[in-house]
């Protein structure tokens, strides 16, 4: 996912400050908080990328980039990041500075409801015109109520609807 724009009038000091407007800028995360299994997960971590000047007002602005694994979500709540730009100035001796104050982002990914997943044994069962009641044992076998990682879909409760292709045939009850 990418959220353009998300970092704007990013410069490396104050505007007054015109010995700092060579510095390079970096953006640093740091997940805050403990963090538990269930937890949202990401296979591309929270970065700043495509870092663009605006000619008029030489202030920078980035987008925010994140990608979190699938069926990952925030069911069990936000990540948050303490969120720190970095200038490759001195940082000492005092008054340099080259670390800005912390902001914080939260990241919330809304769960949503997973299909229900199973293996079916055969396609096609037969059995005699004049045949009794037939059981085929593990017919249906490995019910899930959704993908493995899916966490948020454990206390839900799954049924089958059986749709016939000839309407003459009825199955028992």
């Excluded at 937890?39 to 990608?67: G, H, K, W, Y």
């Amino acid at each position: 996912m990418v959220i353009p724009n998300w970092a704007t009038q990013v410069r490396p000091g104050p505007a007054t400050a015109i010995d700092e407007n060579t510095q390079q800028l970096s953006f640093s995360f740091r997940r805050v908080g403990q963090t538990n299994p269930g937890d949202l997960v990401f296979t591309v971590p929270p970065q700043i990328t495509n870092f663009r000047v605006d000619p008029v007002t030489n202030l920078v602005s980035a987008d925010l980039e994140f990608q979190t694994a699938p069926d990952s979500n925030t069911s069990r709540g936000p990540a948050v990041f303490e969120v720190t730009l970095v200038d490759n100035g001195t940082a000492s001796p005092p008054p340099n500075v080259n670390l800005s104050a912390a902001s914080l982002l939260t990241i919330t990914v809304q769960p949503v409801n997973d299909a229900p997943q199973f293996t079916i044994a055969g396609s096609s069962q037969t059995v005699d015109e004049d045949a009794a009641g037939v059981t085929v044992p593990n017919f249906i076998t490995n019910i899930k109520r959704g993908p493995d990682a899916a966490t948020d879909e454990v206390g839900q409760k799954v049924d089958f609807l059986l749709a016939l292709s000839q309407a003459m045939v009825v199955p028992a009850q």
